[in-house]
Every structure is written in structure tokens, then in C-alpha cells.
């Protein structure tokens, strides 16, 4: 079982940033790659980013040149440096497995984007 917790969300003016946290334990062993996802009332999870073990990543295109993945194994904690935040950046961000795993799922954290 893999437990994540994420960190870091909250209210910030369009154009501001924000660093989110994803905080794994558990059978960290067993993760290859991290995502980072995001939900919108009425809308399905979608993933934005994900960061394999060996660090190579990919990005949804709304947030590419945006948003910065990146991991610190020895703190199993995987990271979304999020910049020139925009008004349809609003959401609830999850972090899980890539693939996901339906029980991993965590409460998320809420990210509002808005002057």
C-alpha cells in the first residue's frame, strides 16, 4: 500500500506561483513514476505532469513551460513548481502513481487562482 499526502495549495493572484508537496510512504519501493493530477468541479482527474524514478517527465500542454515536476527520493517526496499561474489553474491537485492507483488517492489540495 502507498499513502500520499499533498501540501502546499492555496490562494494566489493570476500570474503569482506556488510549490505543492507530495509526501509518499509506505511501499515506496514499489513506485516508478509519480503524476500529478487535477480536478474541477463536474470535470474528470486529469494528469498535468509526471516524473518517472529515473527523473525524466512529461507535461500536459496547458501547463508545459509552466509547471515544474521534479522528485527528492531520499525524501520520497515529489514536487509541482507552479508558475505563471492562471484563473483555469483553479482545481483540487492529487498526487498518485502513474498509473494511478485507485487507493492511493488523498484528499488533494486546493489551488485558487484569482484576484
Known amino acids: 500500500q502507498v499513502q500520499l499526502v499533498e501540501s502546499g495549495g492555496g490562494l494566489v493572484q493570476p500570474g503569482g506561483s506556488l510549490r505543492l508537496s507530495c509526501a509518499a510512504s509506505?511501499?515506496?519501493?514499489?513506485?516508478?513514476?509519480i503524476g500529478w493530477y487535477r480536478q474541477t468541479p463536474g470535470k474528470q482527474r486529469v494528469l498535468v505532469a509526471r516524473?518517472?524514478?529515473?527523473?525524466?517527465?512529461n507535461y500536459a500542454d496547458s501547463v508545459k513551460g509552466r509547471f515544474t515536476i521534479s522528485r527528492d527520493n531520499a525524501k520520497n517526496t515529489v514536487y509541482l513548481q507552479m508558475m505563471s499561474l492562471r484563473p483555469e489553474d483553479t482545481a483540487v491537485y492529487y498526487c498518485?502513481?502513474?498509473?494511478?492507483?485507485?487507493?492511493?488517492w488523498g484528499q488533494g489540495t486546493q489551488v485558487t487562482v484569482s484576484s
Open positions: 516524473i518517472s524514478t529515473g527523473g525524466s517527465t
Open positions: 498518485n502513481t502513474y498509473p494511478f492507483l485507485a487507493a492511493s
Open positions: 509506505g511501499s515506496t519501493g514499489r513506485i516508478n513514476a
